[in-house]
Nanobody
Framework: EVQLVESGGGLVQTGGSLRLSCTAS????????IGWFRQAPGKEREGVSC????????YYADSVKGRFTISSDNAKNMAYLQMNSLKPEDTGVYYC?????????WGQGTQVTVSS
């Protein structure tokens, strides 16, 4: 069974850090791009960052550049999103996705709340 499971969310104060993990099972992430999206209450889901697992090329939304770092670990079949200098506007449900030309998988999300 193909599955993506996010973990590592929680409540943190402004300026704090969290590290989100995305654990893949039922497929190998090599050959996929891993993306992190987030959705705040009443807002549309937005892309935060993504990484091409095969070559390590990364992308960051302007709102998180310099604060967030995406990475992947083929051996563990996992991806991560290190989030530093968190702001209240980073609050939302964070989703992990793995996609390529043929498949598109999503996790259930993990809540991140940044208090002011």
């Amino acid at each position: 069974e193909v599955q993506l499971v996010e973990s590592g969310g929680g409540l943190v104060q402004t300026g704090g850090s969290l590290r989100l993990s995305c654990t893949a099972s039922g497929f190998t992430i090599d050959g996929y791009a891993i993306g992190w999206f987030r959705q705040a209450p009443g807002k549309e889901r937005e892309g935060v960052s993504c990484i091409s697992v095969s070559d390590g090329i990364t992308y960051y939304a302007d709102s998180v550049k310099g604060r967030f770092t995406i990475s992947s670990d083929n051996a563990k079949n996992m991806a991560y999103l290190q989030m530093n200098s968190l702001k209240p506007e980073d609050t939302g449900v964070y989703y992990c996705t793995a996609y390529n030309r043929r498949n598109d998988y999503w996790g259930q999300g993990t809540q991140v709340t940044v208090s002011s």
